[in-house]
């Protein structure tokens, strides 16, 4: 069965430092997602992406975030000037439609600002 | 404000017997409410899910119910095993909104 993959599994990044999270969605999907998770708490929406363009965006996904997908197959998160409270698990999901249909996540790659 | 909760933070069930995990909603608008598992260092892995023209629906050995007068949505999961043992969660969207999910509910399976 396709699946959503990200990488890395784990990052650690020295406060300050700008890090990129990285995900393949899975092939035919068309929208694209990420989300937080900091440890013991819900998962939060951050951004979501279609035909190249931020369609919606959470009151977490402030300047300090964008995304991008730069080729075909990768959709990226990059996050400048790293906090502390940036440390959390960040999960990757997609779709193949907005709306109705679940979205399929990957196993998040865990972020730890020292 | 509007929000999507979870009744019990954690439930505790014998191998073998049925687990309900129960979880309200305050968004009256939402019409599609989805149940994840996630389980340990895993990203929130789809059940099953269920639009808001219909009360219930079953797949393998589980059954989303659907109570739109109270707001509360419920995950049955039939003859509980092992592998079951994960947080669960629901997660609720209205139109093309994004998805909204509950605080999780910790489901431990006793051998």
């Known amino acids: 069965e396709p699946e959503v993959t990200q990488t890395p599994s784990h990052q650690v990044t020295q406060m300050g430092q700008e890090v990129i999270l990285r995900c393949v969605p899975i092939?035919?999907?068309?929208?694209f997602y990420w989300y937080r998770q900091i440890l013991g708490q819900k998962v939060e929406f951050l951004v979501s992406?279609?035909?190249?363009?931020?369609?919606?965006k959470s009151e977490i996904f402030d300047d300090q975030f964008s995304v991008e997908r730069p080729d075909g197959s990768n959709f990226t998160l990059k996050i400048r000037s790293t906090k502390l409270e940036d440390s959390a698990m960040y999960f990757c999901?997609?779709?193949?439609?907005?709306?109705?249909?679940?979205?399929?996540f990957g196993d998040g790659t865990r972020l730890s600002i020292l | 404000g509007e929000s999507v909760g979870l009744h019990l933070p954690t439930l505790s069930v014998q191998e073998g017997d049925n687990s309900i995990i129960n979880c309200a909603y305050s968004?009256?608008?939402?019409?599609?409410f989805i149940w994840y598992k996630q389980e340990s260092g895993k990203g929130p892995q789809f059940i099953i899910d269920?639009?808001?023209?219909?009360d219930k629906r079953q797949g393998q050995r589980v059954t989303v119910l659907l109570n739109k007068t109270v707001k509360h949505l419920s995950l049955q999961i039939a003859a509980t095993q092992p592998g079951d043992s994960a947080v669960y969660f629901c997660a609720e969207l209205s139109g093309n909104t994004p998805l909204v999910f509950g605080k999780g509910t910790r489901l431990s399976v006793i051998a």
């Open positions: 999901a997609s779709n193949f439609r907005a709306g109705n249909q679940p979205q399929h």
């Open positions: 992406f279609y035909n190249n363009e931020i369609s919606e």
């Open positions: 269920i639009r808001s023209n219909m």
């Open positions: 968004n009256s608008a939402s019409d599609y």
């Open positions: 092939s035919n999907h068309l929208y």
